[in-house]
């Protein structure tokens, strides 16, 4: 499969909100080329040493993400058009807003991941190792072995890091799991390594299935987690309900989530909710209230929110 590579440029008042749409469209993650950060850092002397000379117009930030070349992209391109449009007709100063895209192909995709992605220990216990770097685990230490290929969830963006933590006070041995767009598997291969049951990882994406199922075979845990294809929660209809249910998605999706999760949620059960910017966080609260959910714990990383929910009667009964 291709991927393209979609670039908005845009004013700094206008990028996080730009960067949430395209998160909402279906990217993994967002890159900011904001040349004013450069000047910054070459300013405060923050390099040892850097060719990179101060850029002179600092009023343009690019907007990048990746989307996979497939049936949808036109369709996300002329919704990103128009809801950058949206913008430009609001008080919003936008800029230029100028979109534009090209390709790349999977391995090219893969090949970019290793120049960023290094190993990191995420909260007390777990750690994530790319497969391209060496590391011994110390002490009672998960050691994820992880290539994030063409899916998204490396732990090192802020809302998989909240989700990896709380999956270390979570877990309960051997409970069934579901994770909602398991992304590269993280999660799901985390909560097997935790101590959990059965974990079935779903996403909608089947090129992220096909990483996940990759990673499951790297971590050696097939026997525990099962990697499907899935609008959701779709496949698990019918299934025994799970003591965990995780989302790291977007707001969005996580209220659409609620409004069917009794049936999919073992009594005395806990939904972990991951993916919301802070703007949206009183429209998740306000389906959690509608749903007869109560958030019992909210992190807040950078923008991002992680929620843990539970029902109502079983907190309070």
């Known amino acids: 499969m291709r991927w393209a ?3 908005v440029a845009a004013t700094h008042e206008a990028a996080d909100l730009i960067g949430n749409i395209l998160l909402e ?8 080329d904001d040349p004013s950060l450069v000047n910054e850092y070459i300013d405060a002397g923050l390099w040892d040493y850097t060719d990179l000379p101060r850029a002179e117009d600092t009023d343009i930030v690019t907007v990048s993400a990746y989307l996979p070349d497939d049936a ?5 391109l002329r919704t990103l058009a128009q809801r950058v449009a949206a913008l430009q007709e609001s008080a919003v100063h936008v800029g230029a807003g100028t979109i534009s895209h090209t390709f ?3 391995e090219d995709w893969a090949e970019t991941w290793k120049e960023y992605v290094h190993t990191e220990k995420i909260g ?3 750690v994530v190792r790319p497969t391209w770097e060496e590391y011994t685990a110390k002490d009672d230490e998960i050691v994820i072995d992880l290539d994030p290929g063409a899916a998204f969830g490396t732990g090192a963006h802020a809302t998989t890091a909240m989700c990896l933590r709380a999956l270390e006070h979570l877990v309960v041995p051997g409970t069934r799991v579901y994770d909602v767009g398991c992304g590269s598997g993280i999660l799901a291969i985390a909560a097997a390594k935790l101590g959990a049951g059965e974990v079935l990882a779903m996403d909608c994406d089947p090129v992220a299935v096909r990483v996940a199922e990759q990673n499951i075979v790297q971590n050696d845990v097939r026997g525990h987690v099962v990697a499907m294809e899935s609008d959701l929660l779709a496949i698990c209809r019918g299934m025994e309900p799970a003591g965990l249910i995780m989302a790291n998605i977007i707001a969005d999706v996580v209220i659409r989530l609620l409004d069917g999760l009794d049936e999919f949620l073992a009594p005395g059960g806990t939904f972990l909710a991951s993916g919301i910017i802070d703007d949206r ?3 998740v609260e306000r389906a959690a209230e509608q ?3 109560t958030v019992l714990d909210m ?3 950078k923008e991002w929110v992680a929620m843990i929910m539970r029902r109502k009667e079983e907190v309070f009964e």
Do not use: N
């Open 291 to 293: 749903h007869g959910f």
């Open 281 to 283: 966080i009183g429209d």
């Open 5 to 7: 590579k979609v670039s």
């Open 124 to 126: 007390q216990r777990i």
């Open 299 to 301: 992190t807040c990383d």
């Open 72 to 76: 949808q992209l036109q369709e996300r």
């Open 104 to 106: 790349m192909a999977d």
């Open 25 to 32: 469209l279906g990217a993994g993650g967002v890159e900011l």
